[in-house]
C-alpha cells in the first residue's frame, strides 16, 4: 500500500480528483494517510473531512521563525509515515530539510508544460495569464519529483491541452484542470504505486508493466 500526505493551499480539486480515484477503484494500492493545508481556510480540508480523511492545517506564521516551521513541518509529516508526498494546489514552497529527506517522494502537479510557465512567480491563474499573453496554442500540465528549485525537478507526466482563441484565464485553467492536470496527477501516483518510475541522471524512467 502506497501511503500518502497531501499538501493543499486552496480548492482541492486535484485532491478530490484522488479521492474519486481511490473510492472508483483506480488506485487500488494507494491510501491517502493525511490532508495537510498551508491555508486554514482551504475547501480542500472540507473535502479531506467529508472522506474521513485526517486533515491538518499547518500555517508557516504560527512559527516564529522559517526554521522552527520547517522542524516542525518535518515532523508532522514523518508522524504519518507515508511514502509518498504529494503537491496539490500547494503554495508553500516546501522547506529543503523536507526536500532532502523525501528525495524523489515529493511530487507537484504544475498547470504548464513544464519549462513553460514555471518558477518563481507562476501559480494558479498567473500561469495561465502568462500563457495567454504569449499566444501559445498548446498548454497544459506536468507532474514532477520536487527538488531544491521551484518546477525544477524530474518529470514524470505531462499532458497538452489546447488554447482557444476566446480563452480567459479562468476558462484555460478549467480546460487544464480538467483535461490535464485532474488525470495526470492520479496517473503518476498509479504509476509510482506498481514501482514503476525511477530516476536516473534526473531523468525519469516509466518502466512497462
Ligand atoms: C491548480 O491550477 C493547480 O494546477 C495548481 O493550483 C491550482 C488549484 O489547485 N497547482 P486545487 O484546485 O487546489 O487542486
Known amino acids: 500500500m502506497l501511503k500518502i500526505a497531501v499538501l493543499v493551499s ?4 486535484n485532491l478530490q480528483a484522488l479521492i474519486d480515484h481511490i473510492q472508483q477503484g483506480k488506485l487500488p494500492d494507494v491510501s491517502i494517510s493525511v490532508v495537510i493545508s498551508s491555508n486554514p481556510k482551504a475547501y480542500a480540508l472540507e473535502r479531506a473531512k467529508l472522506h474521513g480523511i485526517e486533515a491538518v492545517s499547518f500555517v508557516k506564521k504560527d512559527y516564529p521563525d ?3 516551521y520547517a522542524k516542525e513541518l518535518l ?4 508522524r504519518y509515515q507515508v511514502d509518498l508526498i504529494v503537491l496539490a494546489g500547494c503554495l508553500i514552497i516546501i522547506p529543503e530539510n523536507v526536500v532532502k529527506k523525501y528525495k524523489n517522494r515529493i511530487i507537484n502537479i504544475h498547470p504548464s508544460l513544464i519549462p513553460a510557465f514555471c518558477g518563481d512567480g507562476y501559480y494558479g491563474l498567473r500561469v495561465h495569464e502568462a500563457a495567454l499573453s504569449r499566444g501559445v496554442k498548446i498548454t497544459g500540465a506536468t507532474v ?3 527538488d531544491e528549485g521551484t518546477d525544477t525537478g524530474p518529470i514524470i507526466l505531462q499532458h497538452p491541452v489546447p488554447v482557444m482563441e476566446d480563452d480567459t484565464p479562468e476558462t484555460l485553467q478549467r480546460r487544464v484542470m480538467e483535461e490535464a492536470e485532474w488525470k495526470i496527477l492520479p496517473e503518476a501516483i498509479r504509476l509510482i504505486s506498481e514501482g514503476r518510475v525511477k530516476v536516473e541522471d534526473s531523468l525519469v524512467k516509466i518502466s512497462d508493466r
Not at 515532523?75 to 514523518?78: E, G, K, R, T, W
Open 10 to 13: 486552496g480548492g482541492g480539486t
Open 75 to 78: 515532523a508532522l509529516i514523518d
Open 66 to 68: 522559517k526554521d522552527i
Open 144 to 146: 514532477h519529483f520536487v
